[in-house]
């Protein structure tokens, strides 16, 4: 992938600000924040990139010019989500690994928690076939055929995810620790790894896994997010919310740990914690006034609600800022 397709690939804007020793650095920014992406040559016809997301908007549409290309997606930490162009949305969380053929087009991947860690790995059919032939006459007997885990693993050009697998997190818990020094060659290792694990892997006993949402179920949930956010002194229950958004009860629960990765419930006590930790630093509200807006009658169960989130009390919170 050079630098035209890398900045065709994501709508925003992209700068590339280092270019050396195989290594490229690209910074991208729009209205919903910034992002940066650090990509790699691995190997001809395969390049892995690191990605720090703090925004809400990422890719719009693919555009790669030769769309026979396996994408790999590991996340650390956030989460996104992807729409194909049949509507159907997939997410994937931490831990996840996400597979997906190009020729499976997407028409837009956002952040729903506004952020998002993790590594990409693309494979690049038509000249990765050629490499990976030359590895085997190498190394002998080390057999992976890209295209046989393309075939089975996206077949009828769906998504695969993996979720939280044991040899997933291994793999890839090294690839986040790995020091500069041993990078050259670490990645090379760590790819092949990868690729000899999926060139094994048993699709079928991963079927439960699948799980899309109609884009009109996402939507719905998305309104409802911004409506409970909207006002956060206001607790709604799941009955209030179903009528409201006139979705049912099951599939409104569904759909939002889908889309969020976590309850309604835990969702907004999260979300009303990290407001706090806004009003603490950029106010001089007290810890009582705060607790009010955040919906909390009792100071106090909010603050033991803060210290479970954060581990220390809103007063000690502050103190620490001011130092």
């Known amino acids: 992938m050079n630098d035209k397709q890398i900045t065709d690939f994501f709508d925003p804007e992209v700068q590339k600000t280092v270019s050396e020793d195989g290594r490229s650095v690209y910074k991208m920014q729009n209205e919903t924040g910034e992002g940066v992406i650090t990509r790699y040559e691995i190997l001809p016809g395969i390049e892995l990139f690191y990605n720090d997301f ?12 030769h769309p026979d290309v396996l994408e790999i997606n590991h996340c650390r930490e956030g989460r996104f989500e992807c729409v194909f162009s049949n509507g159907d949305c997939q997410y994937v969380g931490v831990g996840d690994l996400a597979i997906n053929r190009l020729t499976n087009e997407t028409t837009s991947t956002t952040f729903p928690l506004s952020h998002y860690h993790g590594i990409s790995i693309t494979i690049d059919l038509n000249e990765a076939v050629t490499t990976m032939n030359q590895v085997e006459s190498v190394l002998g007997g080390l057999h992976i055929d890209l295209c046989q885990i393309a ?102 629960k569904v759909c939002f740990k889908g889309v969020y990765g976590c309850s309604i419930y835990s969702y907004m006590k999260s979300y009303r914690m990290q407001a706090t930790t806004i009003l603490l630093r950029d106010t001089t509200d007290s810890v009582t006034e705060i607790a009010m807006k955040m919906g909390y009658d009792n100071p106090s169960k909010f603050s033991e609600a803060f210290k479970k989130e954060f581990g220390e009390l809103p007063s000690e919170y502050r103190k620490e800022l001011s130092k």
């Open 54 to 65: 703090h925004m809400k908007d990422g890719q719009n549409e693919n555009k790669l010019p």
């Open 151 to 252: 075939e089975r693993i996206c077949r009828k050009d769906t998504c695969f995810i993996l979720r939280n697998h044991s040899n997933i997190e291994h793999i890839f818990s090294e690839l986040y620790r790995v020091t500069p020094k041993m990078i050259a060659h670490y990645l090379k290792v760590k790819v092949l790894e990868l690729l000899m694990f999926l060139n094994d892997v048993q699709v079928g006993e991963y079927q439960e896994e699948r799980r899309y949402f109609s884009k009109n179920q996402v939507q719905v949930v998305k309104q409802m997010q911004a409506y409970m956010i909207a006002d956060l002194q206001r607790h709604y229950t799941l009955q209030e919310l179903s009528k409201k958004f006139d979705i049912p009860l099951t599939s409104m």
